[in-house]
């Protein structure tokens, strides 16, 4: 958890392919990363911060 590795939640990323991955991010504070090639979507009321079409983009997004 981000307690144990005394992270904040606003330093961290949650990736993932839904909104039930979307909607905790935001929640908690945290930056959101959606992935297009999985199996799920996300709510236009709910916008990750980053929307990729491949893992390569992940990276780059993590390296800025």
Known sequence: SLKKLNI?????????????????????????????????SYDQNNKPDYIVQNFNEITNILNN
């Not at 392919?17 to 799920?40: E, Q, R």
């Open 8 to 40: 904040a939640p606003h330093n961290s990323i949650m990736i993932g392919d839904s909104i039930n991955d979307i909607l905790p991010a935001k929640i908690l504070g945290m930056h959101s990363i959606f992935v297009t090639y999985g199996y799920g």
